[in-house]
Protein backbone atom coordinates (compact mmCIF):
# COMPACT_ATOMS: atom_id res chain seq x y z
CA UNK A 1 0.00 0.00 0.00
CA UNK A 2 1.09 3.79 -1.05
CA UNK A 3 0.21 6.49 1.21
CA UNK A 4 -1.32 9.85 0.05
CA UNK A 5 -1.78 12.96 2.55
CA UNK A 6 -3.56 16.62 1.37
CA UNK A 7 -2.65 18.03 5.02
CA UNK A 8 -3.68 21.70 6.06
CA UNK A 9 -7.06 22.36 3.64
CA UNK A 10 -8.19 25.71 5.01
CA UNK A 11 -11.26 26.41 5.22
CA UNK A 12 -14.46 28.89 6.51
CA UNK A 13 -17.26 26.98 7.76
CA UNK A 14 -20.57 27.60 10.29
CA UNK A 15 -19.66 24.48 13.00
CA UNK A 16 -20.10 24.75 16.60
CA UNK A 17 -22.50 24.08 19.35
CA UNK A 18 -22.76 27.72 20.06
CA UNK A 19 -25.10 29.85 18.21
CA UNK A 20 -22.63 32.74 17.77
CA UNK A 21 -20.29 29.99 15.98
CA UNK A 22 -23.32 29.08 13.66
CA UNK A 23 -23.82 32.78 13.05
CA UNK A 24 -20.27 33.91 12.40
CA UNK A 25 -18.02 31.29 11.27
CA UNK A 26 -14.88 30.14 11.45
CA UNK A 27 -11.58 28.97 9.99
CA UNK A 28 -11.69 24.96 9.87
CA UNK A 29 -8.84 22.49 8.61
CA UNK A 30 -8.70 19.08 7.49
CA UNK A 31 -6.24 16.53 6.73
CA UNK A 32 -6.83 13.58 4.34
CA UNK A 33 -4.60 10.63 4.80
CA UNK A 34 -5.30 7.45 2.30
CA UNK A 35 -3.85 4.25 1.65
CA UNK A 36 -3.92 2.75 -1.73
CA UNK A 37 -2.06 0.05 -3.81
CA UNK A 38 -0.28 2.50 -6.25
CA UNK A 39 2.71 0.48 -6.20
CA UNK A 40 2.99 -0.88 -9.90
CA UNK A 41 -0.03 0.29 -11.50
CA UNK A 42 2.19 2.63 -14.16
CA UNK A 43 2.14 6.34 -14.54
CA UNK A 44 -1.86 6.82 -14.63
CA UNK A 45 -4.35 8.99 -12.91
CA UNK A 46 -6.74 6.33 -13.36
CA UNK A 47 -4.26 4.04 -11.08
CA UNK A 48 -4.62 6.18 -7.79
CA UNK A 49 -6.95 8.76 -6.36
CA UNK A 50 -7.33 12.55 -8.11
CA UNK A 51 -6.17 14.81 -5.50
CA UNK A 52 -8.38 17.38 -7.10
CA UNK A 53 -11.70 15.18 -6.27
CA UNK A 54 -10.87 14.80 -2.79
CA UNK A 55 -10.39 18.54 -1.93
CA UNK A 56 -13.68 19.05 -4.03
CA UNK A 57 -15.60 16.83 -1.84
CA UNK A 58 -14.19 18.35 1.64
CA UNK A 59 -14.69 21.47 0.35
CA UNK A 60 -18.07 21.03 -0.52
CA UNK A 61 -18.65 19.40 2.73
CA UNK A 62 -16.94 22.03 5.17
CA UNK A 63 -18.41 25.24 3.35
CA UNK A 64 -22.08 23.84 2.59
CA UNK A 65 -23.43 21.88 5.71
CA UNK A 66 -22.96 22.85 9.23
CA UNK A 67 -22.46 20.68 12.11
CA UNK A 68 -22.35 21.53 15.61
CA UNK A 69 -19.45 18.98 16.39
CA UNK A 70 -16.51 18.80 14.29
CA UNK A 71 -16.71 14.80 15.18
CA UNK A 72 -19.48 14.80 13.12
CA UNK A 73 -18.42 16.91 10.36
CA UNK A 74 -14.71 14.18 10.24
CA UNK A 75 -17.26 11.15 10.16
CA UNK A 76 -19.75 12.48 7.39
CA UNK A 77 -16.38 13.43 5.74
CA UNK A 78 -14.71 10.29 5.67
CA UNK A 79 -18.20 8.68 5.22
CA UNK A 80 -18.59 10.75 1.76
CA UNK A 81 -14.46 10.05 1.01
CA UNK A 82 -14.80 6.50 1.45
CA UNK A 83 -18.25 6.04 -1.00
CA UNK A 84 -16.40 8.15 -3.31
CA UNK A 85 -13.49 6.43 -3.81
CA UNK A 86 -13.43 3.09 -3.65
CA UNK A 87 -10.13 1.85 -3.89
CA UNK A 88 -8.98 3.19 -0.97
CA UNK A 89 -7.55 0.56 1.44
CA UNK A 90 -7.00 2.97 4.50
CA UNK A 91 -8.74 6.52 5.22
CA UNK A 92 -7.78 8.92 7.94
CA UNK A 93 -9.83 12.15 8.22
CA UNK A 94 -9.03 14.87 10.91
CA UNK A 95 -10.79 18.24 11.30
CA UNK A 96 -8.79 20.80 12.98
CA UNK A 97 -10.61 23.65 14.34
CA UNK A 98 -7.99 25.97 15.52
CA UNK A 99 -10.24 29.09 17.55
CA UNK A 100 -12.38 26.67 19.07
CA UNK A 101 -13.92 28.52 22.00
CA UNK A 102 -12.15 27.07 25.08
CA UNK A 103 -10.95 29.76 27.61
CA UNK A 104 -7.89 29.03 28.02
CA UNK A 105 -4.20 28.68 25.88
CA UNK A 106 -4.06 25.98 23.64
CA UNK A 107 -2.63 25.06 20.10
CA UNK A 108 -5.04 22.99 18.45
CA UNK A 109 -8.27 20.59 18.70
CA UNK A 110 -8.77 18.16 16.54
CA UNK A 111 -11.15 15.28 15.89
CA UNK A 112 -10.14 12.06 13.82
CA UNK A 113 -12.06 9.29 12.41
CA UNK A 114 -10.27 6.10 10.26
CA UNK A 115 -12.13 3.82 8.11
CA UNK A 116 -10.31 0.37 7.10
CA UNK A 117 -11.16 -2.34 4.11
Known amino acids: MGRIVLKGLEFYGH ?16 DVEMEIAFEGQGDRIEATVDY ?3 YAVVAETVQ ?5 LI ?5 HL ?4 WAAFPTLGAL ?3 VHKPQAPIPGVFRDVYAEVERRR
Open 92 to 94: TVR
Open 52 to 54: AQV
Open 64 to 68: KTRFY
Open 15 to 30: HGARPEEHRLGARFVV
Open 78 to 81: ADRL
Open 71 to 75: EALAD
